[in-house]
């Protein structure tokens, strides 16, 4: 059986029961799980099915703003969030660099630097140092998530699994003292977890908009990381909130 057809078979069995497993979909498919857990990726990164852990359930995950959306959103503060978290960055580091129009400022911003070791799964930051030739870009493979411009999924992850980063930038869709980083999308989720432990210490860049958000899938826990760098929209609560379980926050004006 082609993948086409086998795909076209796991979305039909999703739909008519509203959900289905990893293994009752290889046992019924005559296949293996990593196959199914392939093939479920993939469903899910062109919003045919919603990814869950364990399997997929029927309908589409919570929508994405496309990119030409976000990339307007709070371009300003992006721009200074952008060139404080840079002063983090020493030339020479390892850094990890996950998807955002937040995490793409920071990449334009280090163009300049030297001997940079940059893996991102990013389109748009791996593009930001096209011409950068001090410093070295190692791209992950995957599965390619539209919306955010970049490679999800277990070939990103491998990647990341592999580095040893002395700073691991994530961006995401929300964030509360509470619950954390998160992201609409269960795929992100789980290779933006990649990013962050491949990482000695983890930023996270946010625009007041994505303080006090929340949305579907927990990234990670709010003390897992070590520095926030937002701009001065953001909620004071919800930054003291932060900064009590041990979060740095840096301010960008």
């Given at each position: 059986m082609i993948a086409a057809q086998r795909r076209n078979l796991i979305v039909e069995i999703v739909r008519a029961d509203g959900a289905a497993s990893i293994a009752s979909l290889a046992k019924r498919l005559d296949t293996s799980?990593?196959?199914?857990?392939?093939?479920l990726d993939h469903l899910d990164s062109l919003g045919i099915i919603a990814r869950t852990h364990g399997g997929a359930v029927a309908g589409t995950p919570q929508p994405e703003s496309p990119y030409?959306?976000?990339?307007?959103?709070?371009?300003?503060?992006?721009?200074?969030?952008?060139?404080?978290?840079?002063t983090l960055v020493h030339d020479g580091d390892v850094v990890a660099i996950g998807p955002g129009t937040t995490t793409e400022a920071l990449a334009l911003e280090l163009r300049l630097r030297t001997d940079l070791t940059v893996v991102t799964n990013s389109l748009p930051v791996a593009q930001a140092f096209v011409d950068s030739r001090d410093n070295q870009v190692i791209?992950?493979?995957?599965?390619?998530?539209?919306?955010?411009?970049a490679l999800v999924g277990e070939a990103a992850a491998r990647t990341f699994r592999a580095v040893h980063a002395d700073l691991a930038f994530l961006s995401g869709n929300g964030l509360d003292a509470e619950f954390g980083l998160?992201?609409?999308?269960?795929t992100v989720a789980d290779t933006d977890r990649s990013i962050a432990a491949s990482g000695r210490e983890i930023v996270v860049l946010a625009d007041h908009t994505k303080i006090g958000a929340r949305t579907a899938i927990q990234t990670l826990p709010a003390?897992?990381?070590?520095?926030?760098?937002?701009?001065?929209g953001a909620r004071g609560t919800e930054l003291d909130g932060l900064g009590r379980l041990g979060v740095s926050l840096h301010i960008a004006s």
């Open positions: 799980p990593v196959t199914i857990r392939r093939d030409t959306e976000k990339v307007t959103q709070a371009a300003t503060e992006k721009l200074a969030i952008g060139r404080l978290a840079a791209m992950t493979g995957g599965t390619l998530r539209g919306p955010i411009r998160s992201t609409p999308n269960l003390d897992a990381i070590a520095h926030l760098v937002t701009d001065a």
